[in-house]
């Protein structure tokens, strides 16, 4: 009896390790099977902090830059020397234009069938819209306020300048009349030209 009392204990400690062996491998693959959804928990939520970081960073960068524009375009606006600088480029630019629209007058009386008053005055337009549009392209290189001096200028100075030029070349006066009167027009568009850059 003693011998089969020592069996069944030896199987019963087999049975109670073997228990103990299957409840620490089942505990050691939990143990595991947690770090993993951890470890990938831990991943997710870097991942989200990295991702919400960029997005935010780049929204950030996007502002900074337009900021930058618009305090470029304030300390254009408050520099004195800039519009001082301004005034005498298209200062040099209008009395250019004086002269060649003098010019203009004295050439459409020679060459030209002034009878022919609808000619003359599509002639006159096309000669003026050259001239505005060639100082609006030396106006192109130079900004202020972050838009190029083009955007200062109107085509409606191109109709001040015909109305003045189409008296001129059908009236009996001396020239000299004519560069007094286109001197004032473009006196005129100067003035208008500074109040649209302070305005």
């Known amino acids: 009896m003693n011998e089969v009392q020592g069996t069944l204990e030896v199987a019963k400690g087999i049975s109670d390790l073997g228990v103990l062996i299957i409840i620490g ?18 991943k997710s939520i870097m991942d989200n902090v990295i ?4 997005a935010t960073m780049s929204a950030l ?3 900074t830059d ?9 300390a254009d606006g408050l520099r004195p020397s800039t519009l001082l600088q301004i005034k005498n480029i298209s200062n040099t630019c209008f009395d250019l234009s004086t002269e060649k629209v003098c ?33 609006n392209s030396r106006f192109d290189s130079t900004r ?6 083009t955007h200062y200028t109107s085509p409606e100075w ?39 850059l302070t305005e």
């Open 158 to 196: 191109i109709d001040w300048v015909a109305e003045v030029v189409e008296n001129e070349v059908y009236s009996e006066q001396n020239n000299a009349r004519a560069f007094t009167n286109v001197e004032a027009v473009y006196s005129k568009i100067k003035l208008d030209f500074y109040h649209r």
């Open 61 to 63: 960068l996007t502002k």
């Open 144 to 149: 202020y306020r972050g838009n190029t001096l």
């Open 103 to 135: 010019r203009i007058i004295k050439k459409v009386r020679e060459e030209n069938h002034i009878d022919n008053k609808e000619a003359t005055k599509a002639k006159i337009r096309t000669l003026l819209c050259n001239l505005h549009e060639d100082r």
């Open 66 to 74: 337009a900021q930058n524009d618009v305090l470029n375009e304030i």
């Open 51 to 54: 991702k919400n970081n960029s």
């Open 25 to 42: 491998a089942a505990f050691i693959v939990l143990s595991l099977g947690m770090w993993v959804a951890l470890f990938r928990w831990f």
